[in-house]
């Protein structure tokens, strides 16, 4: 019989296994301070909900900026949240995932990484079609009506191709387009191109929040923090209001394979795994799930991640 191992700072869930499968929910729970934090410290807790990190709201009023894991974002009005997640290119550590929400008396900061180890092998790193893992923020997103800004891409990176690979995610979302033969258009997901703008995603240090929270959904090029190739900055109450996606202007990309290939990545693929989190859907582990679309890390030189695996297909057809 496998075991199923846990580890690092996940919200407590709903954990279902079937067959070769782990599915988690992570609910953002916002329990109250029990005490008073000083303005200068930050407390870490270990709850009935998992482990978090506690900032006093009074000392980081919305609207004020605070760094987390090397990121800046902006507190979030209250009742409301930022989330923040990045795909890191091969090899590379897991990168940034978190959500941060302002219940009015703490800044609620949570981890959404999830380490899932699904036993010894022959278990792990299952096939793309054989892997049906997958975990979920809590969070639907109604609609994304996204804006497409050319602006700041790269001199080798052609503005038809960027809104090509756009499209090809698109439908990728739009009709459930998989890897593993399953029925494709039987979601109900909500995705529009609503054309060209020049608002950018995020700012041009790549944090979120701020004048970039306004109402709009954008793609784009631009700065990204560390070593991410992709982020998504979504912004939620009890559902995902606005959602911007942001490929790194300095990594290398390509839309038709080159041969030969070194470092460089298909924006399709990572294009397709930030319009998940747009959707709700969290990371999967790499070491563990690395064939899936939404594990922590890109394939280099690879069109493997322009489709969705067995968890990721089950994953926007359970919530859609």
């Known amino acids: 019989m496998r075991q199923v191992r846990l580890t690092g700072l996940i919200m407590a869930g709903t954990i279902a296994l079937v067959a070769s499968s782990m599915h988690l929910v992570i609910p953002q729970a916002t329990p109250a301070i029990a005490e008073v934090i000083p303005c200068n410290q930050e407390v ?41 997640a990045d795909v890191m290119p091969a090899g590379a550590g897991a ?37 049906n893992s997958w975990i979920w923020t809590g969070y639907k ?17 052609s503005a038809a191709d960027f809104s090509a ?30 054309g060209t703008t ?8 790549g944090s979120c929040g701020g004048a970039q929270k306004d109402g709009y959904d954008n793609i784009d090029f631009g700065p990204l923090s560390g070593s991410a190739i992709g982020r998504t900055c979504w912004y939620y109450s009890t559902s995902i209001t606005e959602a911007d996606v942001r490929l790194n202007s300095a990594t290398g990309w390509f839309r038709t394979l080159p041969n030969p290939c070194s470092s460089k990545y298909e924006m399709a693929s990572v294009l397709l795994h930030e319009f998940g989190h747009v959707f709700g859907l969290a990371h999967v582990d790499e070491a563990t799930h690395p064939n899936l679309v939404m594990s922590t890390n890109s394939t280099a030189c690879s069109y493997q991640d322009h489709h969705w695996g067995w968890g990721d297909y089950n994953n926007m057809t359970a919530h859609y």
């Open 95 to 131: 990168g940034t995932a978190l959500t941060v929400f302002n219940d009015g008396q703490t800044i609620i900061i949570a981890d959404q990484n999830a380490t899932a180890t699904e036993g010894p092998a022959p278990y792990a790193s299952l096939p793309k079609c054989s892997d």
């Open 141 to 157: 997103n109604p609609s994304f009506n996204y804006y497409i800004s050319t602006a700041g891409r790269p001199g080798s990176v």
């Open 198 to 205: 020049t608002r950018r995603s995020m700012t041009t240090d």
């Open 44 to 84: 870490a807790r270990s709850t009935a909900n998992g482990s978090k990190t506690e900032l006093r709201a009074d000392c980081h009023p919305a609207g004020s900026r605070i760094n987390v894991k090397g990121v800046a974002l902006t507190v979030p009005d209250v009742g409301t949240g930022i989330g923040l």
């Open 165 to 194: 690979e756009v499209s090809f995610a698109h439908n990728v979302i739009d009709q459930d387009i998989n890897a593993c033969g399953l029925t494709t258009g039987t979601s109900s997901v909500s995705i529009t191109n609503k």
